[in-house]
T-cell receptor, first 113, second 111 residues
Framework: DTAVSQTPKYLVTQMGNDKSIKCEQNLGHDTMYWYKQDSKKFLKIMFS???????INETVPNRFSPKSPDKAHLNLHINSLELGDSAVYFCASSAQQGRTEAFFGQGTRLTVV | GNSVTQMEGPVTLSEEAFLTINCTYTATGYPSLFWYVQYPGEGLQLLLKATKADDKGSNKGFEATYRKETTSFHLEKGSVQVSDSAVYFCALSVNTDKLIFGTGTRLQVFP
């Protein structure tokens, strides 16, 4: 069983489109995250949710909207995609925010053309 | 603010060589420190961690010691293998805040 699973693994889309990435964790964790990894492998947190409540929003454009229907799911919706949104997006979860190990999904490679 | 600085890569080694990847940090408060590894095409996996000064984290032959006096958490392995080729990330978290990552260091091991 995959602990943190994301879909899709690859996403190619045109500028201006709206797309969603889904994430599910079966670890029973309370905290979930979205990270963005750019072409130079630099990882930056975008959002953090704890028990469906938004905890961290790191100055991400309004075009990005996370949604957590329950504590096992954290989806990412992106409106009006831009070329600069091309990156690998990682979902992660942890039992306790910050102190404990974060488990990462395999990533979604988003390419905007 | 809180930040992590890692040595730039790539680090290129022959099999069985000794590995050191330097990591230093700046933090307010008392951070927990982590090393994550990312194999090609995969997500990050926790390699080891240390939650207080002088703790040593170890896993799969890798070690790192939390040095408060030098604000460092250098990753070491005595004898690397080709299968260790990956990108290694140093990270910290303070209290219950988010994980902050370094820029990553690519390790390439050749037979």
């Amino acid at each position: 069983d995959t602990a943190v699973s994301q879909t899709p693994k690859y996403l190619v889309t045109q500028m201006g489109n709206d797309k969603s990435i889904k994430c599910e964790q079966n670890l029973g964790h309370d905290t979930m995250y979205w990270y963005k990894q750019d072409s130079k492998k630099f990882l930056k947190i975008m959002f953090s949710y704890n028990n469906k409540e938004l905890i961290i929003n790191e100055t991400v454009p309004n075009r990005f909207s996370p949604k957590s229907p329950d504590k096992a799911h954290l989806n990412l919706h992106i409106n009006s995609l831009e070329l600069g949104d091309s990156a690998v997006y990682f979902c992660a979860s942890s039992a306790q925010q910050g102190r404990t190990e974060a488990f990462f999904g395999q990533g979604t490679r988003l390419t905007v053309v | 603010g809180n930040s992590v600085t890692q040595m730039e890569g790539p680090v290129t080694l022959s099999e069985e060589a000794f590995l050191t990847i330097n990591c230093t940090y700046t933090a307010t408060g008392y951070p927990s420190l982590f090393w994550y590894v990312q194999y090609p095409g995969e997500g990050l996996q926790l390699l080891l961690k240390a939650t207080k000064a002088d703790d040593k984290g170890s896993n799969k032959g890798f070690e790192a010691t939390y040095r408060k006096e030098t604000t460092s958490f250098h990753l070491e392995k005595g004898s690397v293998q080709v299968s260790d080729s990956a990108v290694y990330f140093c990270a910290l978290s303070v209290n219950t805040d988010k994980l902050i990552f370094g820029t990553g260091t690519r390790l390439q091991v050749f037979p």
